[in-house]
């Protein structure tokens, strides 16, 4: 199995500018999440989907940031417009089934907003 | 609410010693409890969990956690440390009524001195 696969692995842009960022969780799991982790705020989840439907949306930062999962193998992050302080680590986890399984994280996107 | 303190920001520890990360809880219920370990530059990985059963939970890389529910904590133990553990450790809760969202802590950073 290829992982939680995350794309672009580092993005830089400049404020203002739409920043897309893509996750292909593991076959066959059917919950996705959104991280973002800085050194101020540590690790904090955005977003968490269960079968392709935003169950928890209530880390998300702003109204410039949306998530969205057409279908269960693919799902983006997009911020428009970016701002400085929105450069972070961004991961995507998902994890199968219900209950306290655990979640496989990847290997995240560094992005810098200048 | 519930919370997930981890006291250490930074441990340091010479190769070979023993190593004890801690990590205090505060939930209602039975918690699944999780260790996670991320290496510089790369997502998270899990290294054992605890659900119920036996409160001494084996995982991977030689690492051990014991749940002890008087004390509300499940620390990370290590008979024997290796350069190459060298890493940041996360511990996090899941709570049933949540569907199971982790609660994370703020992580402690090991060092591993030659």
């Known amino acids: 199995d290829a992982g939680v696969i995350q794309s672009p692995r580092h993005e830089v842009t400049e404020m203002g500018q739409e920043v897309t960022l893509r996750c292909k969780p593991i076959?066959?799991?059917?919950?996705l999440f959104w991280y973002r982790q800085t050194m101020m705020r540590g690790l904090e989840l955005l977003i968490y989907?269960?079968?392709?439907?935003?169950?928890?949306d209530s880390g998300m930062p702003e109204d410039r940031f949306s998530a969205k999962m057409p279908n269960a193998s693919f799902s983006t992050l997009k911020i428009q417009p970016s701002e400085p302080r929105d450069s972070a680590v961004y991961f995507c986890?998902?994890?199968?089934?219900?209950?306290?399984?655990?979640?496989?994280f990847g290997p995240g996107t560094r992005l810098t907003v200048l | 609410a519930q919370s997930v303190t981890q006291p250490d920001i930074h441990i340091t520890v010479s190769e070979g010693a023993s190593l004890e990360l801690r990590c205090n809880y505060s939930?209602?219920?039975?918690?699944?409890l999780f260790w996670y370990v991320q290496s510089p530059g790369q997502g998270l990985q899990l290294l054992l969990k605890?659900?119920?059963?036996d409160t001494l939970v084996q995982g991977i890389k030689g690492f051990e956690a014991e749940f002890k529910r008087s004390q509300s904590s499940f620390n990370l133990r290590k008979p024997s440390v290796h350069w190459s553990d060298a890493a940041e450790y996360f511990c996090?809760?899941?709570?049933?009524?949540?569907?199971?969202?982790?609660?994370w802590g703020a992580g402690t950073k090991l060092i591993i001195k030659p």
């Open positions: 989907f269960n079968n392709n439907v935003p169950i928890d």
């Open positions: 076959s066959g799991h059917n919950s």
């Open positions: 605890y659900f119920s059963g």
């Open positions: 986890a998902s994890r199968s089934g219900q209950g306290g399984n655990e979640q496989f």
């Open positions: 939930y209602g219920a039975t918690p699944y």
């Open positions: 996090a809760v899941g709570a049933s009524y949540s569907n199971y969202q982790l609660i």
